[in-house]
């Protein structure tokens, strides 16, 4: 009981880490029955009946200890199964043929080995022997006292009985029976005097022993004899036993109440408080929010924009990539680099070329994304091929998820520089962390003691209040204003192509349009029906004129569709970029409850299998 505390309150300690695994060979013992005949020469005949599963391969020996140090001998052992005795071996080995079993005594009783070969199966094996001089004789009663259950059981038992016989019947009333063990057992006496003793989910190393007292005129021929009566010092034993075995039930009443009550308390008041502390920390309300926004809100770089617009959530690897793409194009407008197409055919080949950037003042996430395309990539060349990104970081994947995260780092505190990001956010979540530990450890403590209902309060509260203290996030009123206008923006360029003639800009915003509309993930769309909704695309003189990209996407490919083509293969090329580097690294005597005292009678032992 004492390892399954401590297992239970490891698990809660680490919080889930381990993940589950595969089922590994295992024997677990469904039923033990053991059945007792008291004979009228002072022993007694044991039948132990046990009941095997065996999962995950190959079992093939069982062993049973028996002890006789200080008691009783034990004899006529015999090893059965379905009613058919396995042959006894002269000596002990330790790989045996099958159906064959070895008596050794040691010097602390008989060691049993049995033989068999058992695979994913239940198995019932009997384990016969004789218990001589287990009778205690005194003028008034015989006492038999017995572990008809050892506590070196290195395993548990789903369901544990026992049946004991005196050598003739008797009436109730003539029997007395007392059991210690678990306090969940139940011990009865039959009408015809036979004693029944019941255990479910006996945990390992736990013994469950009986002590039963008879007429002496019972066993005559016994051969211990204590010339005085014995059933006064009995009764004032078992008392004793029983008055601390129902201390400890009420004991155990008062804990269930606690442990029932304590956990609808930490339910309802933790749930309260969390509500509570979330109330206090909503969004703010943006001054205004329109429903479509034509202009750009800001000027701010598509990188910090990206923080802002993908603070509450909805933002994946693909996102990720669009960062980086949107930054390349807005670099491009700057004239910091170029893009030339070097398209054959349908192949897309886009080459980037440096047009000075090392003397522009650019922020710090620009420069470090620049620096890795044309010192690392381009390895100090002016210029370099787009489709070599993707096998540069197959090849330096430590290094590009360096220059990824410095360029994620840099962008966020260029946004936080701006005013977006609540400063007193991390302060707010702290009484929401503290409760988290809190229940972390007060539900530790709980499982130690067995308060099941409440660890699982304790952890129902940790886990709400873990999650709620990661969605504690919120902007600053600058932010919320400015997120609510670039939402704005977003549904305008959604919904470009549903919108009349009139209520289009001129074409010329679109080149910085286009770069924000790619960290949204509207690039690609928009690329599409863009040269619909504006003749000007077909006039090779004009785009060369105005925009430097849009002539190069207009000419990569055959047609039109060559413009949203460009666009999928910067994407591409940044996708596979990120992905390359981040995938590569990859347990009174007439009847009732047990006592748990005892422990004075002789027998016990162990088992296992292997």
Not at 156 to 176: M, Y
């Amino acid at each position: 009981m004492r390892q399954k505390k401590w297992i239970l309150a490891l698990v809660l300690a680490l919080l889930f880490v381990f993940p589950l695994t595969a089922q590994a060979k295992s024997a677990n013992a469904l039923e033990l029955t053991v059945d007792v005949t008291l004979q009228p020469d002072g022993s007694a005949l044991v039948v132990e009946y046990l009941t095997m599963d065996f999962r995950g391969g190959v079992f093939r020996q069982g062993s049973r200890s028996i002890p006789e140090q200080g008691g009783p001998t034990i004899t006529d052992v015999v090893v059965s199964e379905n009613g058919a005795a396995y042959e006894r071996l002269e000596t002990a080995v330790d790989a045996g043929p099958q159906g064959s079993y070895s008596v050794e005594r040691t010097s602390d009783g008989l060691q049993v080995l049995w033989h068999f070969r058992a695979e994913d199966e239940a198995r019932t094996f009997a384990i016969s022997y004789r218990i001589n001089d287990i009778m205690t004789v005194y003028s008034d009663v015989a006492e038999f006292y017995y572990k008809v259950v050892g506590d070196e059981w290195d395993f548990p038992f789903e369901r544990v009985s026992a049946v004991i016989h005196p050598p003739e019947a008797l009436s109730a009333d003539q029997v007395r029976a007392w059991a210690h063990g678990p306090l969940s057992g139940t011990v009865s006496i039959l009408d015809n005097g036979d004693v029944s003793l019941s255990v479910r989910d006996l945990p390992s190393n736990t013994y469950v022993e009986a002590r039963v007292t008879l007429p002496a005129g019972l066993f005559g021929g016994a051969s211990i004899r204590v010339e005085e009566d014995g059933l006064p010092t009995i009764l004032e034993q078992e008392q004793r036993l029983a008055d601390e075995a129902n201390a400890a039930r009420a004991h155990d009443r008062i804990l269930a109440r606690i442990n029932l009550f304590g956990a609808i308390f930490i339910l309802v008041a933790g749930i309260g408080i969390l509500v509570f502390m979330r109330s206090r920390f909503r969004r703010r309300r943006p001054a205004l929010e329109p429903d479509y926004l034509r202009d750009l809100p800001s000027d701010a770089p598509p990188a910090e924009l990206y923080e802002l617009f993908y603070f509450y959530g909805g933002a994946g690897s693909k996102e990720r990539g669009y960062k980086f793409t949107a930054t390349i194009l807005d670099l491009v407008l700057k004239r910091a680099i170029g893009l030339r197409d070097e398209s054959t055919g349908k192949k897309p080949d886009l080459v980037l070329t440096n047009l000075g950037y090392e003397t522009m003042d650019l922020k710090p996430y620009e420069r470090t994304l620049l620096d890795y395309f044309f010192v690392d990539v381009a390895r100090g060349a002016q210029e370099f091929r787009l489709r070599e990104l993707k096998r540069y970081s197959g090849k330096h994947n430590q290094k590009t998820m360096e220059v990824f995260g410095a360029f994620d780092t840099q962008a966020k505190v260029a946004a936080g520089d701006r005013g977006y990001f609540d400063s007193e956010a991390g302060k707010k979540r702290v009484p929401m962390i503290l409760m988290a530990v809190g229940m972390m450890f007060l539900g530790v403590i709980c499982a130690l003691f067995d308060l099941f209902f409440i660890t699982i309060a304790c952890v129902v509260i940790f886990l709400v209040a873990f999650v709620l203290t990661f969605t504690m996030r919120r902007l600053a009123q600058a932010g919320e204003d400015e997120l609510a206008l670039w939402k704005a923006f977003d549904r305008f360029v959604k919904d470009f192509s549903l919108l009349d003639e009139k209520q289009l800009p001129e074409l010329i915003v679109w080149e910085k349009y286009l770069v924000y509309a790619m960290f949204m993930g509207r690039a690609d769309e928009l690329a599409k029906q863009l040269p619909l909704r504006y003749p000007q695309f077909a006039d090779d003189a004009y785009m060369q004129n105005h925009f430097v990209y849009f002539y190069v996407f207009s000419h990569h490919g055959s047609g039109l569709d060559g413009f949203s083509r460009s666009f999928e293969s910067i994407s591409g090329a940044i996708s596979g970029t990120i992905s390359n580097a981040f995938v590569s690294s990859s347990g009174s005597g007439s009847g009732g409850g047990f006592s748990g005292g005892g422990g004075g009678g002789f027998g016990g032992g162990g088992g296992g299998f292997k």
